[in-house]
């Protein structure tokens, strides 16, 4: 059996945490990064904090994992990437905490790719990157991206230069191939 070399050896990846985040687009980002070799430093409001998911009741799902870092703690001048997972109430919070909106304009700034699914776009929208720019979501929110400034476009995954956007968890194969291919090829 061949073993296929890992593509993101050597990339280091923030992956934001929040209570509230949903479990699917936080776990499938932290795992398909870290087989492909990159460093994935999660990352919330609280360094050394086990953030909860989601679940049926928006806070009460299962536990995301430990955060390595507060994200004021993030260089975006050492990251490759930045991952900004969906949800509800994990994006409303981060959608309000300063830091988080400050990682991603300056990830933005220096055209490090930034990929965000579901409600993770509230982010950007408080961010203030997406005028102009192609972005995807799920359409209860595609007011707020157009509102934005965004084109809004009704496609399961979309990338405009170093921006990713995807609808929801069912198409994270779909979101995750275009993200390593992004990395991989900055």
């Known amino acids: 059996m061949a073993c296929v070399p890992p593509r ?17 687009e936080f776990w499938v980002p932290y795992y398909r990064l870290r087989e492909e070799g990159a460093n994935v ?22 536990d995301l994992a430990r955060t390595d870092a507060a994200i004021d703690e993030m260089n975006a001048d050492e990251l ?29 700034e220096r055209k490090k790719i ?30 707020d991206l157009r509102n934005a400034g965004a084109e809004w476009v009704n496609e399961q995954v979309v990338r405009d230069g170093n921006l990713i956007t995807g609808v929801y968890y069912g198409y994270l194969p779909q979101f995750m191939r275009v993200v390593i291919d992004a990395i991989e090829g900055q």
Not at 80 to 89: C, E, F, T
Not at 114 to 131: F, K, M
């Open 41 to 62: 430093i999660v990352c919330g409001p609280q360094k050394d904090t086990v953030y909860r998911g989601e679940g049926r009741h928006g806070k009460d799902g299962l």
């Open 8 to 24: 993101l050896k050597g990339k280091k990846i923030a992956l934001l945490a929040a209570t509230g985040i949903y479990e699917h």
């Open 80 to 108: 490759d990437a930045l991952i900004v997972p969906g949800g509800i109430h994990g994006p409303m919070a981060l959608r309000r905490h300063e830091p988080a909106l400050a990682l991603v304009r300056a990830m933005d």
């Open 114 to 143: 930034i990929a965000s699914i579901c409600h993770g776009p509230w982010v950007l929208v408080s961010a203030d990157i997406l005028r102009g720019r192609r972005a995807t979501s799920p359409r209860d929110i595609e007011i």
